[in-house]
Structure formats: structure tokens, C-alpha cells
């Protein structure tokens, strides 16, 4: 199976390339149009802010490509936030793979909740295939400022100040806010999940 890591200023892709040697896959990180096309699954990983991550991916029209892509693609933390339609993170207008779904940031009443979320939080209301074999109100680990609505794509909820769509997907597209690279054996299962789909 060829997976392709879409190679793009967002950090954090070392740790996605090890999680899936983890479990005997081989990727490769690239921001070549031809590999990504030919993949057979693709992962759109992400850490970073929204208006410079989708500055570079128009400067060299990966922007196009992602949203042409027909094999199953998942976006991780700021690669799902950017597969969404808007991001107020520099007021970004995003790929629109979700469609309608805005990018919000979190609004700590009374500084009671510390932004970032830093650290673990249950995944609830799970309802894809993605989420074979992981149980409800499983423990993820995340890390992030904002959020995406819930809406009729959400397939994971999470509760942080409000609850939010810790996924989404439509069609061949799927989306995690939080990181199943980091997210022990939880995310080793999601993304063997991702990769059986």
C-alpha cells in the first residue's frame, strides 16, 4: 500500500511517519503532485496557523490537489481545520471540503479553561468506520486553540469549554482534531482504521 504525508509548512509530520512505522507502514512525506495522486490513502497532518498553511498550499496549488483527490484522505488537527470551509485563526478562508463548517477559537469564560487545550479528552458520539474497535469516550490526545463546529459531517464530539467535532467526513475525506499519532493505542487502531478503509 503507498501512503503519501502531504509535505507542507505545518510541523509535527516526523511523529506521523513514526506511529505509522509503528504498525509496519512506510510513507512517504511529499509535496509532489504525482506521488500524492497515485497514493493509495493520503494523511494531511498540520500544526501551525491556518492563513500561512493555506498561503503555501496555494503558492504551489496543492490546494487544488487535495480537494481533487478521490482515495481516502485524512486530515490531522490543522489539516482537518484547514479541510473545513473558514477559520477565524487570521480569518482564512479554508478548502471547503466540509462545507459550512467554521473554524472557531475557544473563549475561556472567566479564564476557568486554559487555551490551548493541551492534553487528553474523551471522543463521544462515534459513527464511522473510522472508529472500529474504539470505544466510546476513548481518551485522545489534543492540542489546539480552536475548534470546528458540530454539524450533520461530525462523526466524534468532544467537550472543551463546549462540545466541538473532534471529526468529521464526507465522502472519501475524514477529519481528527485531535493527534492519533500521539494518542497511544487509540490512535494506532484509528489510523490502522484509516488505513483498512
Not at 23 to 37: C, K, L, M, S
Not at 59 to 82: A, F, H, N, Y
Not at 122 to 147: D, I, P, R
Amino acid at each position: 500500500m503507498k501512503v503519501a504525508i502531504i509535505k507542507y509548512n505545518a510541523g509535527n509530520i516526523q511523529s506521523v511517519l513514526f506511529a505509522l512505522e509503528r504498525i509496519g507502514i512506510q510513507a512517504t512525506v511529499t509535496d509532489n503532485t504525482e506521488e500524492i495522486r497515485t497514493a493509495d490513502k493520503i494523511i494531511f497532518p498540520g500544526v501551525g496557523e491556518a492563513s500561512t498553511a493555506m498561503h503555501y498550499l496555494r503558492e504551489r496549488k496543492l490546494d487544488q490537489l487535495i480537494v481533487s483527490l478521490k482515495q481516502p484522505v485524512l486530515g490531522i488537527c490543522l489539516g482537518m481545520q484547514l479541510l473545513c470551509s473558514h477559520s477565524e485563526e487570521g480569518d482564512t478562508n479554508c478548502l471547503s471540503v466540509f462545507e459550512k463548517i467554521s473554524v472557531k477559537k475557544f473563549i475561556s469564560v472567566n479564564n476557568k479553561f486554559k487555551i490551548p487545550q493541551i492534553g487528553w479528552n474523551t471522543v463521544s458520539n462515534l459513527q464511522s468506520k473510522l472508529f472500529t474497535k474504539v470505544a466510546e469516550n476513548s481518551y485522545c490526545y489534543f492540542v489546539h486553540s480552536y475548534y470546528a463546529e458540530e454539524s450533520k459531517l461530525s462523526i466524534a464530539k468532544t467537550n472543551y469549554i463546549q462540545p466541538y467535532s473532534s471529526a468529521l467526513t464526507h465522502n472519501n475525506f475524514y477529519g481528527v482534531q485531535f493527534h492519533p499519532e500521539k494518542s497511544a493505542a487509540v490512535g494506532e487502531q484509528i489510523l490502522k482504521n484509516f488505513l483498512d478503509l
